[in-house]
């Protein structure tokens, strides 16, 4: 049973659009929820994180949203650029990250001039 | 730029060979992982450490072994390379700073068992 479901699994979008992915959890002592970036032939790389005492959290032109009562939480990258292109992974961890991470399956996202 | 770095980047070998992938740090973190990421991407944890002398296993099956000797260095061990273990193996260290925990990867290690 996987414990973070994210989707979608591919993404396309025009460059200054606004992509939106999506992950849901159920275990609900998970307390930390990551986002990373990763670029081919690199391994992933911290992007964003939340905990859920907040609704929601921007650095830069990326946002996650978090609802807490829908155990959901969602990636938004506004003007996307063609340098986003990328796969993106939500992930999760119980201990304010402390234990390992549980990741999604992950988003190819393509932003296309 | 993390300071993580694996070693090799790619590696083709045949069945039944024993093979180490290398996985060092600098920055001092005491938690270590190894993930092993499919071609479809997702990412599976097989091994973590909290620190030397501490190993477990993570939640995918492995026939592989890890040791953690020194704090920067997390090898991973395959005693008899099979075609099914043809994969990206990914190792990550973690820091807890503040309110945050961040995980820093290194570039991957692309095994092929022939």
């Known amino acids: 049973q996987q414990q973070v479901k994210q989707s979608p699994q591919s993404l396309i979008v025009q460059k200054g659009g606004i992509p939106i992915i999506n992950c849901a959890y159920e275990n609900t002592a998970f307390d930390y929820f990551p986002w990373y970036q990763q670029f081919p032939g690199k391994g992933p790389a911290l992007l964003i994180a939340?905990?859920?005492?907040?609704s929601e959290k921007k650095e830069g032109r990326f946002t996650i949203s978090f609802n807490k009562s829908a155990k959901q939480f969602s990636l938004h990258i506004m003007d996307s650029q063609p340098g986003d292109s990328a796969t993106y992974f939500c992930?999760?961890?119980?201990?304010?990250?402390?234990?390992?991470?549980?990741f999604g399956k992950g988003t190819r996202l393509s932003v296309i001039a | 730029e993390a300071d993580i770095y694996q070693t090799p980047r790619y590696l083709v070998i045949g069945t039944g060979k024993k093979i180490t992938l290398e996985c060092s740090q600098t920055m001092g973190h005491d938690k270590m992982y190894w993930y092993q990421q499919d071609p479809g991407m997702e990412l599976h944890l097989i091994h973590y450490s909290y620190g030397v002398n501490s190993t477990e296993k993570g939640d995918l099956s492995s026939e592989s072994t890890v040791s953690r000797i020194r704090t920067e260095h997390f090898p991973l061990t395959l005693e008899s390379a099979r075609p099914s273990h043809t994969s990206q193996y990914l190792c990550a260290s973690s820091e807890y700073v503040g309110t945050a925990t961040e995980a820093f990867f290194g570039q991957g290690t692309r095994l092929t068992v022939v």
């Open positions: 992930a999760a961890s119980v201990g304010s990250g402390n234990t390992p991470l549980v």
């Open positions: 939340i905990r859920p005492d907040v």
